[in-house]
């Protein structure tokens, strides 16, 4: 156990649908980052927040949007589902806004639109 | 346009012998790297990391070079054993590990017994 608790574990809903990705990151770690990584590709970078505010913007779509709440935990909106959004959703945290000693990756979410 | 790069897919060794892993970058920002390492239905791990003001890091089994001027990093893992198959990602992040990372797109070690 990472400490980073990522839920759901699976979903799978139909196009044009909304879901909720939720992360509660590892005691003490303020920041949270999102990642997607869709078959054969990388981990690529969505959102980053640090004690409750917006730090860093990757490659979002304007259909995805996340926050953090007072207690840290990090929910990720993904809106108007396609088929392409199929991917496994991966959440992590570190204590600070940067590296500090890498990031602590929950186990995923993996979605999968139909 | 991807600015880290794992052009291997796949690499099989024997237990035993030395595993290679390369990777390479475009961002010339990039001052610091990491490698991940991730077994199916879990989150990546943290392996070792380098920064740009070194040209080795080593721990344990595991030994990270980078070659700044090349813009390539390799992951020496000697000797290899069967649990150290999984995929191993290579990572990199600019302004001393203040931007978030950038990942390549893995390379699958198998290492047979």
């Known amino acids: 156990d990472s400490g980073v608790t990522q839920t759901p574990k699976h979903l799978i809903t139909a196009t044009g649908q909304r879901v909720t990705l939720r992360c509660s990151p590892r005691s003490g770690d303020l920041s949270v980052y999102w990642y997607q990584q869709s078959l054969d590709q990388g981990l690529q970078f969505l959102i980053q927040y640090y004690n409750g505010e917006e730090r860093a913007k990757g490659n979002i779509l304007e259909r995805f949007s996340a926050q953090q709440f007072p207690d840290l935990h990090s929910e990720l909106n993904l809106s108007s589902l396609e088929l392409g959004d199929s991917a496994l959703y991966f959440c992590?945290?570190?204590?600070?806004?940067?590296?500090?000693?890498?990031?602590?990756f929950g186990s995923g979410t993996r979605l999968t639109v139909v | 346009d991807q600015q880290v790069k794992q052009n291997s897919p796949s690499l099989s060794v024997q237990e035993g012998r030395i595993s290679i892993l390369n990777c390479d970058y475009t961002n010339s920002m990039f001052d610091y790297f990491l490698w991940y390492k991730k077994y199916p239905a879990e989150g990546p791990t943290f392996l070792i990391s380098i920064s740009s003001i070194k040209d080795k890091n080593e721990d344990g089994r595991f030994t990270v070079f980078l070659n700044k001027s090349a813009k390539h990093l390799s992951l020496h893992i000697v000797p290899s054993q069967p649990g150290d198959s999984a995929v191993y990602f290579c990572a990199a992040s600019g302004l001393s590990g203040n931007t978030p990372l950038v990942f390549g797109k893995g390379t699958r070690l198998s290492v047979i017994a």
């Open positions: 992590a945290s570190t204590g600070g806004p940067g590296l500090n000693y890498g990031y602590t």
